[in-house]
């Protein structure tokens, strides 16, 4: 909880410090691009080669080849989702939402691509279509697909109520990842990681700069979808939330399912498609450099 006034007095030349203009910290310009045509000319190939449905409070694990393409549906009511990305073959490279925060911005969209971790970083997927890009920033700040929140868990639950609710985000992702991997629970929770926030309404509010949700405006035959750049295992929670109008981390608001779509254009041209090189920096850190 923040102090109700600062403890400090403003100095004399407070106003002149806090009119300096910002400038962006990443600005994107020189990252590698996606080859939206490339993706185009695959996407047209691609059919419907599976469809995964997530229940309510629950969670799916789905392999993803490099070159295919995921959709999440929103197929039946207003409900958003926790998304978590492996590399399919390493557990250990998976969806870096912080620094995919600070290359993209708090809310993606259309050509915004999700980041790996260190020392990998690369592109994992690229966000291919947006039925929701529409909505862009409401009166509130507040946009959807954040990668602000972490995930619903059960131990914050524990810190702000006490009680204990086992079908948060988290748990489900955990849950649906010891289901696909054979790892046992807890070997399994330690490769869950922050999420993006698909379809969930948010931002920060201007007076306090807290964190707020309202009411997603997504609705059914909605989706985003995605392109793999590398083969994916994608992890999909239909958040307990629901459309994360007022409760979350309980059985309280109304929840639908989510659907992942596989469209996958064959291996023939699947294999054309150039999976990107992990991060090229050598990795020592200025150890044996002189300055
Ligand atoms: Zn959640």
Not at 25 to 30: M, S
Not at 118 to 141: C, K, Q
Not at 240 to 244: H, I, K, N, V, Y
């Given at each position: 909880m923040k102090l109700a006034r600062p403890a400090h007095d403003w100095p004399k030349d407070g106003k002149q410090r806090q009119a300096i203009q910002p400038v962006i910290?990443?600005?994107?310009?020189?990252l590698p691009k996606p080859d939206f045509g490339r993706m185009a000319a695959l996407r047209q190939s691609a059919a419907k080669t599976a469809q995964i449905i997530v229940l309510p409070r629950d969670a799916r694990c789905v392999e993803v080849p490099a070159g295919a393409f995921f959709r999440i549906l929103c197929a039946e009511g207003a409900q958003v989702g926790d998304l978590n990305l492996w590399n399919a073959k390493d557990?250990?490279?998976?969806?870096?939402s912080g620094k995919t925060r600070a290359l993209h911005g708090m809310h993606l969209s259309t050509g915004d691509r999700l980041w790996s971790g260190?020392?990998?970083?690369?592109?994992?997927?690229?966000?291919?279509?947006?039925?929701?890009?529409?909505?862009?920033?409401?009166?509130?700040?507040g946009s959807v697909h954040d990668v602000i929140g972490t995930r619903c868990d059960p131990y914050t639950g524990r810190l702000l109520s006490g009680g204990d609710y086992h079908y948060c985000c988290h748990s489900n992702l955990t849950r649906a990842l010891a289901s696909h991997s054979g790892l046992d629970l807890h070997a399994a929770e330690k490769h869950v990681h922050d999420v993006l926030n698909v379809f969930m309404c948010t931002g920060f509010t201007r007076d306090t700069g807290q964190y707020f949700m309202k009411a997603s405006p997504v609705r059914a035959g909605d989706y985003l979808e995605f392109f793999a750049e590398i083969d994916l295992l994608v992890g999909l929670s239909a958040c307990?939330?629901?459309?994360?109008s007022a409760q979350h981390s309980s059985d309280e608001a109304t929840c639908h399912p989510l659907h992942i779509e596989i469209w996958d254009p064959g291996e023939a041209l699947r294999k054309q498609h150039q999976i990107p090189e992990t991060n090229p920096y050598p990795r020592t850190h200025g150890v044996g450099q002189t300055k």
């Open positions: 910290c990443y600005p994107p310009e020189t557990f250990s490279e998976r969806f870096y260190f020392p990998h970083m690369r592109p994992m997927a690229t966000i291919f279509d947006d039925t929701l890009d529409w909505y862009g920033f409401d009166e509130f700040g307990p939330g629901g459309d994360c």
